[in-house]
């Protein structure tokens, strides 16, 4: 039992390239999570899936994009790299979305650099 | 709009002593809150949750409280130990906000052996 698990580790991109971002569970959730994580700030929502089939944004959608490919994956693409992205993303997951008592299960992070 | 503050930043102890974290936010109206413990180049653990119908949880040397009408939580740790050295995130949910949580920025504590 793995957990929520992420690739790449780490990767370092330059202006206007593109990439993927993966992100598995294992535990049958039904929502997963794609956060940004920046120095001196707290942990931002980029995009949510509340179930396996649908996406929404979140606090920060801007220059990414989600696809929820089945029930143990959701990958945060970006298109067009800039600067500004370079951050720490974490993919989370919970059994449920909008239920009391529910916590989040977070992978270890990927760490992008934009040059 | 939440907003979830969390003193001090930092903070370095000698290892045995109990300390005390805080964390603050500006509506009241919240469905839980959760303590988190997040190790350099690592994910975050989820450590305790509130429901906002509780006052307090506690696993082990931890201890959280939530006091909703004032708008503040804290995280207890006693008897502090050098493996204890991590930054602690504290979040809200408050139904709003797409249904999500709300983060504060942590306090890096550091206990001295």
């Known amino acids: 039992n793995a957990g929520v698990t992420q690739t790449p580790k780490f990767q370092v991109l330059k202006t206007g390239q593109s990439m993927t971002l993966q992100c598995a569970q294992d535990m049958n959730h039904n929502s997963m999570y794609w956060y940004r994580q920046d120095p001196g700030m707290g942990l931002r929502l980029i995009y949510y899936s509340a179930s396996e089939g649908t996406t929404d944004k979140g606090e920060v959608p801007n220059g990414y994009n989600v696809s929820r490919l089945n029930k143990r994956e959701f990958s945060l693409r970006l298109e067009s790299a800039a600067p500004s992205q370079t951050s720490v993303y974490f993919c989370?997951?919970?059994?449920?979305?909008?239920?009391?008592?529910?916590?989040?299960?977070f992978g270890p992070g990927t760490r992008l650099l934009v040059l | 709009k939440q907003e979830v503050t969390q003193i001090p930043a930092a903070l370095s102890v000698p290892e045995g002593e109990n300390l005390v974290l805080n964390c603050s936010f500006t509506?009241?109206?919240?469905?839980?809150l959760q303590w988190f413990r997040q190790d350099p180049g690592k994910g975050l653990t989820s450590l305790l949750l509130i429901q906002s119908s509780q006052r307090e949880q506690t696993s082990g040397r931890l201890n959280a409280s939530l006091d909703k009408s004032s708008g503040r939580s804290t995280l207890y740790i006693a008897a502090s130990q050098p493996g204890d050295s991590a930054t602690y995130l504290c979040?809200?949910?408050?139904?709003?906000?797409?249904?999500?949580?709300?983060f504060g920025k942590g306090t890096k504590l550091s206990v001295k052996p």
């Open positions: 989370a997951s919970s059994e449920a979305f909008r239920r009391r008592g529910e916590t989040q299960y």
């Open positions: 979040a809200v949910w408050d139904g709003g906000s797409q249904g999500n949580l709300i």
């Open positions: 509506d009241s109206a919240i469905y839980n």
